[in-house]
């Protein structure tokens, strides 16, 4: 079956520290993944995508993810957080047909502590 | 340039009341997008339209959801005799041809 996992429905940093966000995909070809964020009362916004050209992926406001086909993992990385990133953070695949639907993970709320 | 637009903005209803949501995409993009976010499920595709093509209704939950699209552009979302399960925001998203989607601020429907 498809699906997306995201480990942690709550992630909480100090301001400075590392922020990791854990995606896992379960599928037999490696599918396209995403990163979007939702800002508080904000639409949600893409981060970065993975569509099987470089395995590190770079998207804007400094996150990044790796895809790893060995560990069905793309999680979600960044090396110093932001106040400003606090948000709800979601990873996506799409289904099947590449140009379909998107089949989206639980989400992860982050929260930054000064 | 004007993003994806969705009204109303909030829609409180009454349980058993018909609701109608709107979603205008970016003009151009030929595929649209409708997303359920809710506490506990959180985002559910629900419906798929690109071009003239059949479109995916695969994610509606019952008989109760239908959707149009009009000329390739407007799409409405009509709930029928709403329940209190249907209290979520609905998100709408286009796309040209499928790619990158770009989402509205959504719908909140509060059923009472």
């Known amino acids: 079956a498809q699906s997306v996992t995201q480990l942690g429905s709550h992630v909480s940093v100090s301001e400075g520290a590392l922020v990791l966000l854990r995606c896992n995909y379960s599928?037999?070809?490696?599918?396209?993944l995403f990163w979007y964020v939702q800002y508080p009362n904000q639409g949600l916004q893409l981060l970065l995508k993975y569509t099987s050209a470089a395995t590190l992926v770079k998207g804007i406001n400094g996150f990044e993810a790796e895809f790893k086909k060995s560990e069905t993992s793309f999680h979600l990385t960044k090396p110093s957080a932001h106040m400003s990133d606090a948000a709800e953070y979601f990873c996506?695949?799409?289904?099947?047909?590449?140009?379909?639907?998107?089949?989206f993970g639980q989400g992860t709320e982050l929260s930054v502590k000064p | 340039g004007a993003g994806v637009s969705q009204s109303p903005s909030n829609k409180v209803t009454e349980k058993g009341k018909d609701v109608e949501l709107r979603c205008d995409p970016i003009?151009?993009?030929?595929?649209l997008y409708w997303y359920r976010q809710s506490l506990g499920q959180g985002l559910e595709f629900l419906i798929y339209f690109q071009g003239n093509s059949a479109p995916d209704k695969s994610g509606l939950p019952s008989d109760r959801f239908s959707a149009e699209r009009t000329g390739g552009s407007v799409s409405t979302l009509t709930i029928q005799r709403t329940q209190q399960e249907d209290s979520a925001v609905y998100l709408c998203a286009s796309s040209p041809n499928g790619g990158r989607r770009y989402f509205g601020p959504g719908t909140r429907l509060t059923v009472l």
């Open positions: 003009s151009g993009h030929t595929a």
């Open positions: 996506a695949r799409h289904g099947d047909n590449q140009g379909g639907k998107l089949i």
């Open positions: 599928s037999s070809v490696p599918p396209y």
